[in-house]
Every structure is written in structure tokens, then in C-alpha cells.
């Protein structure tokens, strides 16, 4: 069976990314097209806003190699650890 990846190099992939602005696009529509004007209908509304704004998010941050999902997190907080010498001269 083949791999399917839908995070590479720390973000979503180009196809995910658009699937989910097509998904949220989709689902905003479908319920401002049918759906009877209730509570209900504007939580789907933004529920549909939300997934195609996560899928533009991630888009554009892979237009400026952001990695949302990489794993650079431990090297990045071993860098701002106070060592034993410098908390104490404070």
C-alpha cells in the first residue's frame, strides 16, 4: 500500500493545503446555501472558515519555509535555558 504524507519538511503538504481551503470553502457554502438560519448554521459557517483558514495558513507559511510542525522545538528551547552560572550573577 502506498505512504501517504500529509505533513513533509515540517508543514502540510501542497495537495492537503488545498484540499482543506476546498473542504472549509465547501462547507461554508453548502451552509449558506441550504441550511435554515439558526445557531446551528453559523457554527458551521465558522467551523468551515476555520479548516480553509488553517489550510491558507499553512499554505503561505510554506511560502516562507515556516515549519508549523517541524520538530526544531527542543534545539530552540535548549537555546534560551538559563545555565546555573548565569542565574546567578542576576
Not at 472549509?24 to 449558506?32: A, D, E, N, P, Q
Not at 483558514?53 to 499553512?58: H, K, L, N, R, S
Request: proline share 2%.
Amino acid at each position: 500500500m502506498r505512504n501517504i504524507r500529509i505533513i513533509k519538511d515540517g508543514n502540510f503538504t501542497q495537495w492537503f493545503c488545498l484540499v482543506l481551503v476546498v473542504v472549509g470553502l465547501g462547507i461554508m457554502y453548502l451552509t449558506l446555501k441550504f441550511a435554515e438560519p439558526s445557531i446551528w448554521s453559523k457554527g458551521l459557517v465558522l467551523v468551515g472558515f476555520g479548516i480553509a483558514a488553517v489550510g491558507g495558513m499553512a499554505s503561505r507559511a510554506a511560502l516562507v519555509h515556516i515549519k508549523p510542525f517541524g520538530n526544531n522545538w527542543k534545539k530552540t528551547r535548549k537555546r534560551y535555558e538559563v545555565k546555573n552560572d548565569e542565574q546567578d550573577k542576576s
